[in-house]
């Protein structure tokens, strides 16, 4: 007797927001796990604190190997390792950019105020 089995098996990837921005503005995995304690996700999801950092550490590992693709954001929508829907690639170009025009902004800016004072 013949059985039919269909499945399906995805491998999306799954980015934390909250993780995103933490690693994003530099905290360490310990720094951001404490924060996100602070912030009440241990009650909302009824982890203990060893399941946040492993789920933290895996997350900051993530973003480490998609990092190289956040810098050139066609490459993050043309890559084939990590399946990630669309509105969470432009989620995270959009962070990034944010973060680096910041710096850019920060540099510059100290760039000019220095030749302004130099110049005076």
Known sequence: MATDLDVFVGNTTRIDEEAYQLWLDG????DAV??????GIL????AT?????GDTMDHYRTFQMLE????????????LIFQIPPYVQAMLIENERSLWS???WQ???Q???????SVQ
């Open 27 to 30: 905290y360490s995995v310990l």
């Open 34 to 39: 404490s924060i996100r304690i602070k912030n």
């Open 43 to 46: 009650e909302q999801t009824g």
């Open 49 to 53: 604190s060893d399941v946040l950092e």
């Open 68 to 79: 190289r693709f956040l810098h050139s954001p066609p490459k993050l929508v043309n890559q």
């Open 102 to 104: 910041l710096y850019l």
């Open 107 to 109: 540099v510059f800016g």
């Open 111 to 117: 760039v000019v105020y220095l030749m302004r004072h």
